[in-house]
């Protein structure tokens, strides 16, 4: 947001102050208003248009209101379980998901996911608001997942993932004593034809860039830090196990769990643009706790 605008909630309703607008534009000064929204706030035009045929647009003096925050009921059932908020604003929502818990149900068994435990925070504090998520994790990767909480946030977050302007960064603990020398990992990903849920480097496959870290070394292992420039299924798992690293405890992918039980692979920080202000937002999550055991026994030089 411009440094010129402020912005306030009031109930379902946002107020703006959009300053001086310009009368002889082509329908007065709501017309203007409205191209004020689409140029200084990159407003989405279909929701523009929307809530202009709606009548939710409103301006009155120097106040343009806007109706973003309609109520909406989740299709999730509500789960209550604990959960961490990592960052929350009218806008956006970040939550940590630990490992084992999937984003959202996939129609394969019916046990809760962050979803339903996202709905019950809402549903706790009696707020109408049913956030959806913008991006994923592995069921068994651990890390920060961004809601939007509205359409405007929806569109706009959409959006900016499709252009690649939200930014994920990933530790892994790895097999091997990886080699400073390795910063990138430029492999096309595709189907394994031969299993269902696995994928591998295939000169058929989508075009898939993986950058490397190291952070750590331990006698058999490696702690890495990770950034995708693509984001393709098991994208990470795929490329450090085709590197000779495989994850710590991914099984999938030719890593042994004799020490952990599942991918030792978190979401460390996510950045994105916020999507009123555009400003650049960034969320760290703490690696779990069961980590620094692992990291221990790994600095003592413990087969993974």
């Given at each position: 947001?411009?440094?010129?605008?402020?912005?306030?909630?009031?109930?379902?309703?946002?107020?703006?102050?959009?300053?001086?607008?310009n009368?002889?534009?082509?329908?007065?000064?709501?017309?203007?208003?409205?191209?004020?929204l689409?140029?200084?706030?990159?407003?989405?035009?279909?929701?523009?248009?929307?809530?202009?045929?709606?009548?939710?647009?409103?301006?009155?003096g120097?106040?343009?209101?806007?109706?973003?925050?309609?109520?909406?009921?989740?299709?999730?059932?509500?789960?209550?379980?604990?959960?961490?908020?990592?960052?929350?604003?009218?806008?956006?929502?970040?939550?940590?998901?630990?490992?084992?818990?999937?984003?959202?149900?996939?129609?394969?068994?019916?046990?809760?996911?962050?979803?339903?435990?996202?709905?019950?925070?809402?549903?706790?504090?009696?707020?109408?608001?049913?956030?959806?998520?913008?991006?994923?994790?592995?069921?068994?990767?651990?890390?920060?997942?961004?809601?939007?909480?509205?359409?405007?946030?929806?569109?706009?977050?959409?959006?900016?993932?499709?252009?690649k302007?939200?930014g994920?960064?990933?530790?892994?603990?790895?097999?091997?004593?990886?080699?400073?020398?390795?910063?990138?990992?430029?492999?096309?990903?595709?189907?394994?034809?031969?299993?269902?849920?696995?994928?591998?480097?295939?000169?058929?496959?989508?075009?898939?860039?993986?950058?490397?870290?190291?952070?750590?070394?331990?006698?058999?292992?490696?702690?890495?830090?990770?950034?995708?420039?693509?984001?393709?299924?098991?994208?990470?798992?795929?490329?450090?196990?085709?590197?000779?690293?495989?994850?710590?405890?991914?099984?999938?992918?030719?890593g042994?769990?004799?020490?952990?039980?599942?991918?030792?692979?978190?979401?460390?920080?996510?950045?994105?643009?916020?999507?009123?202000?555009g400003?650049?937002?960034?969320?760290?999550?703490?690696?779990?706790?069961?980590?620094?055991?692992?990291?221990?026994?790994?600095?003592?030089?413990?087969?993974?």
């Amino acid at each position: 947001m411009s440094a010129r605008v402020s912005g306030t909630r009031r109930g379902e309703w946002y107020e703006l102050m959009p300053g001086k607008l310009n009368p002889s534009e082509p329908g007065g000064r709501y017309e203007a208003a409205l191209l004020w929204l689409t140029r200084e706030l990159g407003f989405p035009d279909k929701l523009l248009r929307e809530l202009d045929a709606a009548g939710e647009i409103k301006l009155a003096g120097d106040r343009l209101r806007l109706r973003l925050f309609p109520p909406r009921t989740s299709q999730y059932a509500p789960v209550e379980r604990p959960v961490d908020l990592l960052y929350e604003d009218d806008f956006c929502l970040v939550v940590h998901k630990p490992a084992g818990l999937k984003v959202h149900p996939d129609g394969a068994g019916s046990p809760p996911t962050l979803a339903n435990l996202v709905a019950a925070v809402f549903a706790q504090r009696g707020e109408p608001v049913a956030p959806g998520h913008i991006h994923r994790l592995d069921e068994y990767t651990s890390g920060p997942v961004l809601y939007a909480k509205n359409a405007m946030a929806q569109l706009k977050l959409d959006a900016a993932m499709a252009r690649k302007e939200i930014g994920r960064v990933y530790t892994a603990l790895v097999e091997g004593q990886v080699s400073p020398a390795l910063r990138v990992i430029h492999e096309p990903i595709g189907r394994d034809r031969h299993h269902p849920s696995r994928r591998r480097v295939s000169p058929s496959g989508k075009d898939a860039l993986t950058r490397v870290e190291l952070v750590e070394t331990y006698p058999k292992a490696s702690l890495v830090r990770l950034t995708l420039d693509t984001g393709r299924t098991h994208q990470i798992r795929v490329h450090l196990s085709h590197a000779g690293h495989p994850l710590v405890g991914d099984a999938l992918y030719g890593g042994s769990s004799r020490l952990f039980p599942h991918q030792a692979l978190h979401g460390e920080s996510l950045t994105f643009p916020h999507p009123l202000t555009g400003e650049l937002i960034r969320v760290d999550d703490p690696w779990p706790e069961e980590w620094n055991r692992l990291r221990e026994q790994l600095r003592q030089g413990k087969e993974s």
